[in-house]
């Protein structure tokens, strides 16, 4: 599975962004998650996708504001972040791995496939 991310740039506080993740190659039964990674931080789950759609999970700091979508039939991955804040400033990565319908995973060690990240750069 290959990912291709893109969609970040630089907003003022308060803003949107919408991130997209394009996958190919075997991506039937996969489950799609976003990290992000700070400057000196380690990189931090964000919110993840099941292969059917059904299912969803958030970081907590990022739940109400972001929103993770797919599109199996263009196979992309979307995240819509909203009401942006300085501390969602991190380079973020979409990642892929096998699992059935409900799996979430939210652990970097339980993706098989990255993608290069995007910077997203929020100013207060």
């Known amino acids: 599975v290959q990912l291709q991310a893109s969609g970040g740039g630089s907003v003022q506080a308060g803003g949107s962004l919408r991130l997209s993740c394009v996958a190919s190659g075997q991506t039937n039964g996969t489950a799609v998650g976003w990290f992000r990674q700070a400057p000196g931080k380690d990189r931090e789950f964000v919110a993840a996708?099941?292969?059917?759609?059904?299912?969803?999970g958030y970081y907590n700091p990022v739940k109400g504001r972001f929103t993770i979508s797919r599109d199996n039939a263009k196979d992309t991955i979307f995240l819509q972040m909203g009401s942006l804040e300085p501390e969602d400033t991190a380079v973020y990565y979409c990642?892929?791995?096998?699992?059935?319908?409900?799996?979430?995973?939210?652990?970097?060690?339980?993706?098989?496939?990255w993608g290069q990240g995007t910077q997203v750069t929020v100013s207060s």
């Open positions: 990642a892929a791995t096998y699992g059935g319908p409900y799996y979430v995973p939210s652990l970097v060690t339980s993706y098989r496939y």
């Open positions: 996708i099941s292969s059917s759609g059904d299912n969803k």
